[in-house]
T-cell receptor, first 112, second 118 residues
Framework: DAKTTQPPSMDCAEGRAANLPCNHS???????VYWYRQIHSQGPQYIIH???NNETNEMASLIITEDRKSSTLILPHATLRDTAVYYC?????????????FGQGTILTVHP | GAGVSQSPRYKVAKRGQDVALRCDPI?????LFWYQQALGQGPEFLTY????????KSGLPSDRFFAERPEGSVSTLKIQRTQQEDSAVYLC????????????????FGNGTRLTVT
């Protein structure tokens, strides 16, 4: 699976949009971009995933650049409960049967 | 409950003891994964089951680690002769789809078992 690079930490004011970047310049054509987050003392929680088109669900939006070498996770209106470690993961899905390689992630702190 | 359940939540073992960690996946989920998470690190893959078959155990750190899922539902991760370096949070995850269609089937994680070896 391709390697990802994320900033170690970011801050965001409550109510504002949180934009979390991820670089995955070696991504292959069959690899998906997944985002998970982990709130303290809990297991990781799935947020969203995509292949090449932008995706949106009730939690977040995922913007993938046209060359697919980077992506941005957007939390449109961050709340204090969004404080967590956010992991950007690239995986081929299919043949790797959902086996995920987590990196260090980005610690997002949402301030009042 | 609808989520993945793990027990015990916390386990303290003396070095050399054997431990068994239990995972109850979401009912009907075909795929089951075990991950190990050291303090301050991201989770690392240990092993994968599709129903009762263990298809990948490449992440198990030594032959002291053993996992099973005999009836394709509940799984147990056993660690024999525990060492201090085994101290970590052990996470279990399940997903609905089997391997080939897993890209659209997100992993659902439990809250883990925190193992401390003294």
């Amino acid at each position: 699976d391709a390697k990802t690079t994320q900033p170690p930490s970011m801050d965001c004011a409550e109510g504002r949009a949180a934009n979390l970047p991820c670089n995955h310049s070696t991504i292959s054509g069959n690899e998906y971009v997944y985002w998970y987050r982990q709130i303290h003392s809990q297991g990781p929680q799935y947020i969203i995933h995509g292949l090449k088109n932008n995706e949106t669900n009730e939690m977040a939006s995922l913007i993938i650049t046209e060359d697919r070498k980077s992506s941005t996770l957007i939390l449109p209106h961050a709340t204090l409960r969004d404080t967590a470690v956010y992991y950007c993961i690239v995986s081929a899905g299919g043949t790797s049967y959902g086996k995920l390689t987590f990196g260090q992630g980005t610690i997002l702190t949402v301030h009042p | 409950g609808a989520g993945v359940s793990q027990s015990p939540r916390y386990k303290v073992a003396k070095r050399g003891q054997d431990v068994a960690l239990r995972c109850d996946p979401i009912s009907g989920h075909v795929s089951l994964f075990w991950y190990q998470q050291a303090l301050g690190q991201g989770p690392e893959f240990l092993t994968y089951f599709q129903n009762e078959a263990q298809l990948d155990k490449s992440g198990l750190p030594s032959d002291r680690f053993f996992a099973e899922r005999p009836e394709g539902s509940v799984s147990t991760l056993k660690i024999q002769r525990t060492q201090q370096e085994d101290s970590a949070v052990y996470l279990c995850a399940s997903s609905l789809a089997p391997g080939q269609s897993s890209y659209n089937s997100p992993l659902h994680f439990g809250n883990g078992t925190r193992l401390t070896v003294t």
